[in-house]
């Protein structure tokens, strides 16, 4: 097909079987879901034995026993960092590239496996120094620079549980995941490179231990940005003095399989955030065998890019563990796409011969609407598989990413999965799986998903429903730091039943006559902006936090760029009405949002209104709101206790 026609493509119903070539070579083998169908436990301990190292090798698979707290592998020991490590090198594959780092500001570094290796040893003895112990928190906070890397390795090398902390979340945020957490370190930088400037870091820690009542002891800062910081003596410790004093001699011991590996922070329906909990030897082998299959990993050749920042899951499982437990050569940026050019991107995949790239269908939409011009002038045959995740691509942005930065030829993998579940849960297979735009297709192996009715029944194709995934699966999250009861609650209570556990996973999804799934999105009160969980609560409270505010109302409206966007509705507190224009109101509110939790949640739009719909038990009725945020006719507001609210608010809003 012409690629001038491709905007005109809006109903995509072409497929696009494997090439012969690419399915002769592939990783993944057909055989692979006969196997899992078969036996998928054992299958899974297959996995486990095949690409991983174990300390001292499991007898147990799955321990199921006291659903839905699962246990995989349990008796076996492992180290997370010597399987992404020490045991490369041990196998001749130490002169190997781990990673080409690229900061935004043209800093680059480059790293061996053996190099990387002798940092992460002198990182561990830095951090058992400074007293950090197995089983500890040590909150990371950093840029996406080689030491974020290494400072996580250091930390699950000793045993200890790692909490990243996106760099562009607030003070406020950093605070409550140390405080909930009860991490006894920070690793932070002085500050680090996004769009063309340094961005502080380090006065955000100080900010969130400023109380004096943080479990936080010492704070290790990697110098990068080369900004201003203020220093406290007795706490502070600077990252290179440290390391130059430290030991490159570091024995990796085994720890148990289900030993804690990290906390993650992410959104849910309620305001505050949930510690997800990833343990060790289930999750390894689960982001292991995704990246080796899901990507066709061929390590001896191929140099893979992830585009996202070690701060959110893909970070975690898909540049960090997954990644370096197969051994792979990567690339690592550390800025934004457009600095200090449009094609900043393009050029590095270029500079390094890049051949999988994986990135979000955010940043695809932004550079098809800057056009395929910028592409066009670099050299981008290299690249040989795609990738997409973080929210549903839609066929127009498929059918681009494909020809205009796979050069029509490239398979395009779209990924769904969520920091819950550890790794890849739906994706086609490059080499076996003929590709679907728009459909992230079908189960790895070894992951059963259904699509349920509101009933609970699995709905006939072609039908949609809600998601769940039926069968534990290794990567599963272990629980929700500190809280086992909302664990249970928010993920296996609505469909599961005696002694059958169903994980729901909160969103919505279409299931073909072929058997495809398709995903809808979220069908609880969780936004997608830009591949980002925001939690419309989270912002709701950030709102009324201010003292301005009497009631707000946050919905994810639909936007092109972003997938969704954040658009609040609040309600001005009498007393201070007077005290602000609403336009020095609507900019007061969104920098508050802002400080509170990240300029990632900061409103596409405030409106300022006199009432919010809600019905007659005071519930707000979020689904009119949307109407109105997306332009479109309001729908039935027959349950609002006051009907002519929606009117009032629509006709002021025109
Ligand atoms: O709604 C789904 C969407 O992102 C949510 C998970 O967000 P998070 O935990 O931040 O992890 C994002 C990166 C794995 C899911 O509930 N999502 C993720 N990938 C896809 C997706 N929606 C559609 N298609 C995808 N490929």
């Not at 932070?188 to 870091?201: I, Q, Y």
């Not at 730091?481 to 169903?502: C, I, L």
């Amino acid at each position: 097909m012409p690629s001038n026609s491709i905007d005109s493509l809006l109903h995509e119903s072409r497929q696009f079987p494997p090439s012969a070539e690419f399915a002769a070579d592939s990783i993944a083998k057909p055989e692979l879901y006969a196997e899992a169908a078969a036996d998928r436990v054992g299958f899974w301990a297959d996995q486990a034995r095949e690409l991983l190292h174990w300390h001292k090798p499991f007898t147990q698979t799955l321990d199921w026993s006291e659903a839905p707290f699962a246990k995989w592998f349990a008796d076996g020991k492992i180290n997370v960092a010597y399987n992404c490590l020490d045991r490369h090198v041990a196998a001749g594959n130490g002169d190997r590239v781990a990673f080409h780092w690229e900061g935004e500001n043209g800093d680059t570094a480059t790293y061996t496996y053996s190099e990387l290796t002798t940092a992460v040893k002198k990182a561990a003895n830095v951090l058992i120094d400074l007293g950090v112990e197995q089983g500890d928190r040590v909150a990371i906070y950093l840029p996406v620079i080689p030491e974020a890397l290494i400072a996580m390795l250091a930390v699950v090398r000793i045993g200890a549980v790692h909490s990243v902390v996106f760099g562009g979340f607030s003070s406020e945020s950093l605070r409550s995941r140390i405080d909930d957490a009860a991490a006894k370190l920070v690793i932070t930088a002085d500050g680090g490179w996004r769009k063309g400037k340094v961005f502080p870091l380090k006065g955000a820690v100080d900010g969130a231990l400023a109380n004096g009542t943080s479990t936080v002891e010492n704070v290790l800062v990697v110098k990068r940005g080369e900004n201003d910081i203020e220093w406290t003596d007795g706490r502070d410790t600077w990252w290179h003095d440290r390391m130059d004093a430290a030991s490159a001699e570091h024995e990796a011991e085994g720890f148990d399989a289900e030993s804690p590996l990290f906390i993650l922070y992410t959104s849910g329906t309620t305001g505050k955030p949930k510690g997800i909990l990833h343990t060790s030897g289930g999750y390894l082998t689960h982001v292991a065998f995704t990246h080796k299959n899901v990507f066709d990993l061929h390590p001896e050749t191929d140099v893979y890019w992830c585009s996202a920042d070690v701060g959110w899951i893909t970070g975690h499982s898909y540049v960090v563990y997954g990644p370096l437990a197969n051994g792979a050569t990567q690339v690592l940026y550390e800025g934004t796409p457009d600095t200090p050019h449009a094609g900043r991107w393009w050029e590095i995949i270029q500079k390094y011969r890049v051949t999988i790239f994986y990135t979000a269908p955010t940043a695809i939409r932004s550079f098809m609407k800057i056009g395929r011009q910028v592409p066009n002038e670099f050299d981008l045959s290299s690249l040989r598989v795609l990738g997409s995740v973080g929210e549903p691509i839609n066929p127009e942005a498929w059918i681009w990413y494909r020809d205009v930065i796979g050069g029509g030829k490239t398979p395009i993998v779209d990924t769904w999965w969520q920091t819950e579940t550890g790794g890849i849960m739906i994706s086609a297979l490059p080499g076996i799986t003929s590709l679907k735009p728009g459909s992230a297709q079908v189960p790895i192996p070894g992951v059963k998903i259904d699509i349920l009715g509101e009933d609970g029944t699995r709905v006939d194709p072609p039908n949609g429903g809600l998601l769940v995934v039926s069968e534990p699966w290794p990567g599963m999250l272990r629980g929700i730091w500190g809280d086992p009861e909302r664990f249970v609650e928010t993920y296996w209570s609505k469909f599961s039943s005696g002694n059958t556990w169903k994980y729901f996973a909160g969103d919505g999804a279409h299931v073909d006559t072929d058997g495809d799934i398709v995903l809808l999105g979220r069908v609880d009160d969780v936004m997608n902006v830009s591949g980002h969980r925001l939690s419309t609560q989270e912002i709701e409270s950030a709102l009324v936090s201010n003292h301005i505010v009497a009631e707000a109302a946050v919905v994810g409206a639909a936007d092109e760029a972003t997938g969704q966007a954040v658009v609040a509705f609040v309600i001005i507190k009498s007393n201070q009405k007077d005290a602000n224009t609403a336009d020095e109101a609507v900019a007061l509110l969104k920098k508050h949002v802002s400080e509170q939790i990240g300029a990632i949640a900061r409103p596409r739009q405030i409106f300022i209104v006199a009432e919010l719909p809600k019905t007659r038990s005071g519930k707000i009725m979020r689904r009119l709101l949307q109407d109105v945020a997306e332009g479109r006719e309001i729908g039935d507001t027959t349950t609002l206790a006051d009907t002519s609210v929606m009117q009032i608010i629509s006709d002021k809003l025109r």
